[in-house]
DNA sequence: ATGAATGAAAT
DNA sequence: ATTTCATTCAT
């Protein structure tokens, strides 16, 4: 509640205000943050009361800067972004394979094409953007209830409206429900007044995340505050089930109440160069391996007992550190700024200090070490959090709500900690990039996409745990490494901190595994959740960026159903294993876990801006420049705010901002684990489209078929026939629209979608009809792996296309097909058939049921209905 | 700043 | 029914 607030700063810092130049501002991490504060707002006033006195910590303070803070985020805020809708979100997502294909195009052009392709995009795929978007709005929504699209009249936009509107409760729960129903109602809030925390699952949350919390777990977790603080916490079991993006939400919200989001973020941090320094340690000393796991132990077990004593002792500290801080504000942020961005050498040292000074006790040094930071950081502190983390740490089976909570919210303040470096200075960046500097040498980033990073993250995990025990080489051994990590919970009492995760992960898994034999097929409903479980689980590249398959379609992508994804990752797993194992290891280990984590802030950043980046490459240097961290699409504003501000004041803004980073971050990798399709689909498509409209509507039966081949990683090979394509295409695309209506916005769009327009232009587009050929023709050689292809469009491109067209018109309509075309549709399902077979083998077995057989038939009985 | 697209919300 | 605005970025 009241921690967030702590800074006034933040009102000079109108700046927000004046900046948002629109187009780089958060998309919905603004609201976010502006939820948060005025959430912040209302439950101080509410639970203020509460708050102190069970806090007693700083009272007034908070109260005051909270009210300034608000003013200023709101002012700053400016007005939330909307939402974007379903085809925007399409449009971000494949705008750059646009460009791609057709460098010349400008947006608007690529718009258009991404229009159609969006027309032509069948339903179910249509579908996970649409399920996505209002996922999106939802969690949006509930950021900030009052939110209205429309800014009425004025432009005023920015700081009165959206105080009187937003004032509603905010993070009130999603549930499940949230998603069928976008209301901000408020029903909610009172049904579930609290703010539940936590149901974040860590699977759900970003690897990173995980890692951190493993490496905490694993130094001897300290965490801190984050949720106990709230009374009333409740506790939704079901939480669990929701969205990820909800959920983090949530948690942003309940973190920013706390206020101390961002100690925790430092201690993550904190805590994650302790796991790297321990795993030098280890190696280096040597003797440590032992030594830590004891101390791991004998934290996780004798933890509660000591536990009472420690947080007495941290109460104390914190009081004192208080009331130094309180003296001395000036001097702390500065020494602050230290710990944030010691040095190497300094971070070094302290590692080592710990380590020589307590092994066993390094836990609790540790959460000296971070209790002091959070002072510092915020003057909040809740006793609870010494208890939740005890909680934690014992892994109760229970591994209920507050547990959840505590992790989850735990995890999320790390993982902010992380990836969000944010503008926080350039110190600290520079320290980044210092490191990375050293380490750098990480081709990582070459690997742009997105699975990549889970699997990272697992590895790291992986290496974590392993350095954690101190097993380096032993789990070498163990051929299945892999296996391992996901059975191990029963294990030990999984008391210890790694294994933790672990189980929480393997939990998930099992989850998803069920649901994944349920549903062999699939489904695409609780796709998201499951994608990215299943992404982190299977990593199926590796940082090597070795793709065999450059389509991992997420759902095709089973993890299971890959044996050769696993094998590569076992493969890896072990190599990694046995680097750690090597005498050297410490150094590579190290350099790995760095390497990975440093690559994961680079990735998300790249992916953020993939197609920007191209782009940017002119401008490549000052990305680099500006670390790996933040991606210009996400990037606040308020960064430049920070910036002004001093150094020392980050807390509050970096508690949202790292609030919003963590929800950007989830957002964003939903974003990710939407589908993506190649262009070639579309360009079959839209030739078949046009011709006979789009918008018929049930393009259903192809869907399927065109459904497996569709999704494209990355590909960029079919470029060079696309872009012969480009020149026609663009050139005579434009010229038809313009010239034809004077039209404008609505009336176009309407004109258009009433048809003629639309024909018209697709005509010109299709012009290429003849070019189309030729286009189709690369484009299958290009696809090589689909079905239908190769012979059959080399024979008749037209008639293909045509032949999709009547699918997707009218499937109904059976006639008696042509022989020739028959036939060679027949030849095609063969040959369709064989692959499938062949791609189930080297696949995955799963896939092997349904696609083959069926896919084939189903479209040579549609061509056939067509001719 | 404009616009190209679609969609959701507001008017 | 029409406006507004979300993303993207060359123009």
Not at 32 to 43: G, R, T
Not at 482 to 507: A, E, F, Q
Request: glycine share 6%.
């Amino acid at each position: 509640m009241k921690g967030s607030n702590r800074n006034k700063d933040h009102s000079a810092e109108g700046e927000g205000t004046g900046k948002r130049p629109k187009r780089k501002c958060l998309q919905w991490h603004p609201l976010l943050a502006k939820k948060l504060l005025d959430f912040s707002e209302e439950e101080e006033e509410e639970e203020e009361e509460e708050d102190i006195d069970k806090v007693q910590l700083l009272g007034a303070d908070g109260l005051e800067h909270d009210v300034d803070e608000t003013e200023d985020d709101e002012s700053s805020e400016q007005r939330a972004r909307r939402p974007m809708n379903a085809f925007l979100l399409f449009c971000k997502r494949h705008r750059s394979l646009v460009r791609q294909e057709h460098p010349r195009l400008d947006n608007r052009g690529a718009t258009k094409i991404l229009a159609d392709w969006w027309a032509v995009l069948d339903p179910k795929e249509k579908q996970k953007y649409t399920d996505m978007a209002k996922e999106y709005k939802d969690a949006f929504m509930k950021a900030n209830p009052g939110y209205k699209w429309c800014p009425a009249t004025n432009k005023p936009v920015k700081s009165p409206a959206p105080t009187v509107n937003t004032r509603k409760k905010l993070w009130a729960f999603p549930s499940d429900s949230g998603k069928d129903l976008p209301s901000p109602k408020k029903a909610k809030t009172e049904e579930m007044p609290q703010l539940n925390f936590g149901m974040a699952d860590p699977t759900q949350m970003g690897g990173l995340s995980m890692l951190l919390l493993a490496g905490e777990h694993a130094l001897t977790a300290q965490e801190i505050s984050s949720n106990t603080s709230h009374p009333e916490a409740p506790a939704p079991a079901k939480q669990c089930e929701e969205s990820a993006l909800f959920q983090f939400a949530e948690i942003s919200s309940n973190t920013s109440q706390l206020g101390s989001p961002e100690p925790v973020k430092r201690c993550g941090k904190s805590a994650l160069f302790q796991l790297a320094e321990m795993c030098l340690a280890s190696e280096g000393v040597k003797v440590e391996d032992s030594k830590v796991t004891k101390a791991k132990e004998s934290e996780g077990k004798s933890m509660e007992e000591s536990e009472k004593g420690k947080v007495e002792r941290e109460i104390k500290e914190e009081k004192s550190e208080e009331e130094k801080l309180q003296k001395t504000e000036l001097e702390k942020p500065d020494e602050k700024i230290v710990k944030d961005c010691p040095s190497v050498t300094n971070f070094d040292e302290i590692t080592v200090d710990q380590m020589k000074e307590g092994k066993k006790e390094d836990g609790e040094e540790i959460k000296k070490e971070e209790l002091r930071e959070d002072e510092n950081c915020s003057h909040f502190i809740d006793p609870s959090s010494s208890i939740s983390s005890k909680l934690i740490t014992s892994d109760s089976p229970s591994r209920k709500d507050p547990i959840c909570h505590s992790h989850e919210a735990v995890i999320i303040e790390d993982t902010l900690g992380l990836s969000k470096p944010e503008k926080l200075k350039k110190k600290k960046k520079k320290n980044k990039m210092d490191r990375h500097g050293n380490e750098k040498s990480t081709p990582k980033k070459t690997c742009k996409k997105r699975q990549s990073s889970e699997s990272d993250i697992e590895s790291v995990i992986y290496t974590i745990e392993a350095v954690a025990k101190g097993d380096w080489g032993i789990e070498k051994l163990g051929e299945t490494p892999r296996k391992k990590v996901r059975t191990s919970s029963s294990v030990k009492g999984s008391i210890l901190d790694t294994k933790s995760p672990k189980k929480k992960i393997k939990s998930k898994d099992k989850k998803m595994s069920k649901e994944k034999l349920s549903n062999p097929t699939k489904e695409t409903k609780p796709l998201d959740f499951i994608s990215i479980t299943a992404n982190k689980e299977v990593p199926g590249e590796i940082p090597e960026c070795v793709r065999a398959e450059p389509l991992t379609p997420t759902e095709e992508v089973l993890p299971q159903s890959l044996p050769g994804q696993v094998k590569t990752e076992e493969s890896d797993c072990n190599r990694k294993i046995e680097i750690c194992g090597s005498r050297k290891s410490e150094r590579s280990c190290k350099g790995a876990l760095y390497k990975t984590l440093v690559s994961e802030g680079m990735l998300t950043s790249l992916r953020a801006n993939v197609d920007r980046g191209k782009r940017s490459s002119g401008k490549g240097s000052s990305s680099d420049h500006e670390g790996c961290w933040h991606e210009e699409n996400w990037s606040f504003t308020q960064c430049g705010t920070s910036g002004s501000k001093k150094l020392k004041r980050p807390k509050p803004k970096e508690e949202f901002v790292l609030g919003l980073a963590k929800l950007e971050e989830e957002f964003e990798k939903k974003f990710n684990s939407l589908p993506q399709y190649s262009p070639v689909t579309f360009d079959r498509k839209s030739v078949s489209v046009p011709r006979k409209k789009k918008k018929t509507g049930n393009v259903s039966s192809e869907q399927t078929k065109t459904s497996k081949a569709i999704l494209l990683e990355d590909k960029t090979t079919t470029e060079p026939l696309r872009k012969t394509k480009d020149a026609p295409s663009v050139s005579s695309t434009p010229e038809p629209t313009t010239t034809q209506e004077p039209l404008v916005g609505s009336q176009k769009r309407k004109a258009r979608k009433t048809k003629i327009t639309h024909l018209v232009r697709t005509a010109d587009g299709r012009v290429s009809p003849a070019g189309g050929t030729l286009d189709d023709k690369p484009k299958e050689q290009l696809q090589g792996s689909l079905p239908k292809a190769s012979a059959t469009d080399i024979d008749c491109n037209e008639e293909c296309s045509q032949n999709i067209e009547a699918e997707e018109i009218r499937s109904i309509t059976p006639d008696m097909p042509a022989v020739s075309a028959f036939f060679s549709l027949a030849a095609l399902a063969e040959v369709a058939a064989m692959e499938n077979v062949h791609r189930s083998q080297r696949a995955a077995p799963l896939a092997h049921d349904g696609q083959p057989k069926e896919m084939p038939q189903a479209p040579v009985l549609i061509s056939c209905a067509d001719q």
